[in-house]
């Protein structure tokens, strides 16, 4: 117990402003200078410990010694725009503008506040988002189509899951499952369809390569629990997605027989252009951006493959990918110094094209199928990529110091 009563309100507010940041993506490294920040903002002495499912924090108040509280915190989805609410509004408690008592109503507020974007059009993100990442894998249109509809299915699904907490242990795995049957069922009505395609750009949001590049930074900054807890987390909804995708394909290739299809022809490069553009839009949806920062996101997505791609072409992959995290990493830097708004906003949707969870699913499907040198190399490759674009943001943030936190 605290006897100084203003103390308690600071560190309560502090422990819901964690939680909150917690929700909605900041990673543990960033949630925990943030925190700090606040903490010596209120002259108090914090000290915080995060990870993807506690956060854990002590503070010292004179007269009363030292507090430890511990919240049980379930791993969050990421939401762009209750992020930045809840970052303008530590801004306005820091500054004065806000009571702490204010505050705290306000966050409640922010937290019980409807999702941005209806249903409907995040099922439809879902679907062409999955069309259009058949275009960087060099697919037919037919292909395209018949991933825009199993896209739309497991939007669908993402969203009952949501709804229904009992779903959420199975979601993985049921989604690998309708997708890889969806596919095969569908070379009955188009026989040119290539089932192995339509999977992985209709599980391709599902893939868990955002979590494994966080985790992966985290360990690189030291935050070695976090770190470990959320890349364990990231292979368990890995093995779960290639769980159900071999269940699926061993029962449907008992009924349907799938012929191997031609090598599709090379599409112009401004067909990857496009689609780029129409994918950048739909992660503003999926991220569920405020609709004033869609067009940094789309900045951002636009920004960091062009740099990847440029720096791949002259230097190869793994430092293609490196340039890619220098220029998200700074660029997201600089939109939180001059635009006063959380350098996550930019930073996910720069990086989200280049995270390798689309390799990791390939080669751990080869491992799983017994071809283990190619999937222990292609697997390897992964961890390449991902320290790659570790570093790159690193030392992004060694070029253009981050004025705030997250």
């Not at 299915?153 to 993402?158: E, K, L, P, S």
């Not at 069922?185 to 026989?191: E, H």
């Not at 391709?204 to 900054?221: C, F, H, K, N």
Request: glycine share 8%.
């Amino acid at each position: 117990m605290v006897n100084d009563k203003i103390a308690e309100e600071k560190i309560n507010f502090i422990i819901d402003l964690g939680r909150a940041f917690h929700e909605y993506g900041a990673s543990s490294m960033r949630l925990e200078q943030a925190l700090e920040q606040v903490s010596l903002s209120f002259n108090l002495e914090g000290q915080f410990f995060c990870m993807p499912t506690s956060l854990l924090a002590s503070f010292y108040v004179p007269g009363d010694g030292y507090m430890s509280r511990m919240e049980r915190v379930s791993p969050g989805g990421v939401d762009l725009e209750k992020l930045s609410l809840v970052d303008e509004l530590c801004d306005q408690v820091l500054s004065g503008h806000l009571s702490i008592t204010e505050g705290r109503k306000a966050l409640k507020s922010i937290r019980k506040r409807k999702p941005r974007y209806s249903s409907w059009l995040v099922v439809f993100c879902f679907a062409l988002t999955s069309a259009c990442l058949t275009i960087f894998l060099n697919a037919r249109p037919i292909d395209s189509i018949c991933s825009f509809l199993v896209g739309g299915m497991i939007g669908y699904i993402t969203i009952v899951s949501g709804q229904h907490p009992r779903f959420a242990r199975v979601y993985e795995a049921l989604s690998a499952i309708v997708a890889t049957m969806a596919a095969y069922l569908l070379t009955l009505i188009f026989p040119n369809v290539t089932p192995n395609v339509v999977i992985l750009a209709s599980l391709i949001v599902l893939i868990p390569g955002l979590s494994l590049t966080i985790s992966m930074s985290e360990l690189a900054t030291q935050n070695l629990v976090a770190g470990s807890a959320r890349f364990m987390e990231a292979m368990t909804v890995l093995l779960k997605l290639i769980f159900g995708v071999l269940i699926a394909t061993k029962l449907m290739q008992s009924f349907v027989i799938v012929e191997a299809p031609s090598t599709a022809p090379s599409l112009p490069l401004y067909y990857q252009w496009f689609a780029l553009a129409v994918a950048a839009v739909c992660f503003s949806v999926l991220f569920s951006a405020h609709s004033k920062d869609q067009k940094w996101v789309f900045l951002a997505a636009i920004l960091g493959f062009t740099s990847t791609k440029l720096g791949s072409l002259f230097l190869g992959p793994e430092v293609g990918v490196f340039i890619g995290g220098v220029v998200v990493g700074a660029g997201s830097n600089l939109f939180a110094r001059f635009i006063k708004r959380p350098a996550t906003i930019t930073m996910l949707p720069g990086i989200i094209l280049l995270v390798p969870g689309s390799v990791g699913f390939r080669g751990l499907s080869m491992i799983l199928d017994k071809n283990t040198l190619s999937g222990i190399d292609t697997a390897f490759s992964v961890f390449i990529i991902s320290i790659g674009l570790v570093a790159g943001l690193l030392f992004g943030n060694l070029l253009v110091t981050p004025k705030k936190s997250l």
